[in-house]
């Protein structure tokens, strides 16, 4: 079974600065995606950035950026220019690729940012 | 707007009684999913439907029953509720089977279980 780790329980950054939550997962698929969901003190979950596996491009959305390392299993988010509405627990989440558009996502436990003004 | 709504939005029981968490999407999406979210544990699924009359177990599926009538609503059973299930529980749905369709989440409805 597939597994997703979260190495960092809390992190803190200075507003507009770049901070870098890590996440690492196992499985034996060779097609699969990746997601960052981001978690605000409402609860909502709200997808920030999407990875296909076979894609060697890192995906980017706005100040939003993953560096995906394949071999290594490693998923990071970056967020650049750090604002205070990004103040919120953030999930890393694994979904197998082929026929998996159906599948539950397995999900981390999780990295709660802090942005300090 | 098309919107994904749970029901009720607090709930507080007592042990051995039965609950029913009511999820409802206008999106007409065929597939639907339960979560429940735990300090410690982030999101886990307990179960998920493709459709119609179709239902599937999830990882902590254990004490817990959902049955699919009609396309727009997943309710999530607890048949004798126990202070393990005291949780956030989350309901999903996606459009189909691909692989990139995004997974819509609903506001959560935050369960006690006494």
């Given at each position: 079974a597939q597994t997703v780790t979260q190495s960092q329980p809390e992190m803190s950054v200075q507003e507009a600065e770049t901070v870098t939550l890590s996440c690492t997962y196992d499985t034996s698929e060779s097609d699969y995606y990746l997601f960052w969901y981001k978690?605000?003190?409402?609860?909502?979950?709200?997808?920030?950035?999407?990875?296909?596996?076979?894609?060697?491009?890192?995906?980017?959305?706005?100040?939003?950026?993953?560096?995906?390392?394949?071999?290594a299993k490693s998923?990071?988010?970056?967020?650049?220019d750090s604002q205070l509405g990004d103040a919120a627990m953030y999930f890393c989440a694994y979904r197998r690729g082929a026929g998996g558009g159906a599948d539950g996502l397995t999900f981390g436990k999780g990295t709660h940012l802090i942005i300090q003004p | 707007d098309a919107e994904?709504?749970?029901?009720?939005?607090?709930?507080?029981?007592?042990?051995?009684?039965?609950?029913t968490l009511a999820c409802h999407q206008t999106w007409n999406h065929n597939n639907m999913f339960w979560y429940r979210q735990d300090l410690g544990h982030g999101l886990r699924l307990i179960?998920?439907?493709?459709?119609?009359?179709?239902?599937?177990?999830?990882?902590?599926?254990?004490?817990?029953?959902?049955?699919?009538?009609?396309?727009?609503?997943?309710?999530?059973?607890?048949?004798?509720?126990?202070?393990?299930?005291?949780?956030?529980?989350?309901?999903?749905?996606?459009?189909?089977?691909?692989?990139?369709?995004?997974?819509?989440?609903?506001?959560?409805?935050?369960?006690?279980?006494?």
């Amino acid at each position: 079974a597939q597994t997703v780790t979260q190495s960092q329980p809390e992190m803190s950054v200075q507003e507009a600065e770049t901070v870098t939550l890590s996440c690492t997962y196992d499985t034996s698929e060779s097609d699969y995606y990746l997601f960052w969901y981001k978690q605000p003190p409402s609860r909502q979950m709200i997808l920030v950035i999407r990875q296909e596996a076979y894609k060697q491009q890192n995906a980017t959305e706005n100040r939003f950026s993953v560096n995906f390392q394949k071999a290594a299993k490693s998923f990071s988010l970056k967020i650049s220019d750090s604002q205070l509405g990004d103040a919120a627990m953030y999930f890393c989440a694994y979904r197998r690729g082929a026929g998996g558009g159906a599948d539950g996502l397995t999900f981390g436990k999780g990295t709660h940012l802090i942005i300090q003004p | 707007d098309a919107e994904i709504t749970q029901s009720p939005r607090h709930k507080i029981t007592e042990t051995g009684r039965q609950v029913t968490l009511a999820c409802h999407q206008t999106w007409n999406h065929n597939n639907m999913f339960w979560y429940r979210q735990d300090l410690g544990h982030g999101l886990r699924l307990i179960h998920y439907s493709y459709g119609v009359q179709d239902t599937n177990k999830g990882e902590v599926s254990d004490g817990y029953s959902v049955s699919r009538s009609n396309t727009e609503d997943l309710p999530l059973t607890l048949e004798s509720a126990a202070s393990s299930q005291t949780s956030v529980y989350f309901c999903a749905s996606s459009e189909s089977n691909y692989p990139t369709d995004t997974q819509y989440f609903g506001p959560g409805t935050r369960l006690t279980v006494l």
